[in-house]
């Protein structure tokens, strides 16, 4: 079980480290800087999801401020030190 809190963890800190990287790597070459957030995020899923965030303006506005690369890597970060509890635990 641990392995896949681990996995997962990686899998999430690295997608974050990519997606920071290519944010960069548009900049370098339109000068302008696309701002991904945790709303792009919602507003790309489920239909019910989106409806009820953006139902509540304050979490509509709270995840349009966080950067997706951060939330990403704070995830991924947050799925390593369960994983690494678990080890530790049971291991």
Known sequence: MEKIFLLAGIAGSVGGLC???????????????TQ??????VEKGPDFLADT?????AAANALAACPLFAALIVAGLVLLFIGSMLRNRYG
């Open 19 to 33: 997606l920071l990287v290519y944010q960069g790597l548009m900049y370098l070459m339109h000068n302008t800087w």
């Open 36 to 41: 991904y957030s945790v709303l792009t995020l």
């Open 53 to 57: 965030v953006r139902s509540v303006p």
